[in-house]
Nanobody
């Protein structure tokens, strides 16, 4: 079965941290650039971060650069998003995505497979 399964979401206080994980099944994970997107209530889904096939290249949106870190473990078919210094504006459903063969494909929204999403709520 082909799918991406996110985990690690939840509620955290402002300034806190969370680590999201996304486990891939049914695909050759190492052949896909991977990314994270988020969608807040009433807003469009927006790009957060992307990582290349080997993990050697990463790209971030300006809103999370310096606070979020994307990484991957091809042996475990898993991509991660470490989120630090979280703020209420980071509250959203976070989606994992498999793109093409480079980070540009993810940045452009050329997504082959989406996860179901995991809720992150930042509130005091």
């Amino acid at each position: 079965q082909v799918h991406l399964l996110e985990s690690g979401g939840g509620m955290v206080q402002p300034g806190g941290s969370l680590r999201l994980s996304c486990a891939a099944s049914g695909i050759t994970f190492s052949r896909y650039a991977m990314g994270w997107f988020r969608q807040a209530p009433g807003k469009e889904r927006e790009f957060m971060a992307a990582i290349s096939l080997s993990g050697g290249t990463t790209t971030y949106s300006d809103s999370v650069k310096g606070r979020f870190t994307i990484s991957r473990d091809n042996a475990k078919n898993t991509v991660y998003l470490q989120m630090n210094s979280l703020a209420p504006d980071d509250t959203a459903v976070y989606y994992c995505a498999a793109g093409g063969t480079n980070t540009r494909s993810v940045l452009k929204g050329e997504i082959s497979l989406w996860g179901q999403g995991t809720q992150v709520t930042v509130s005091s």
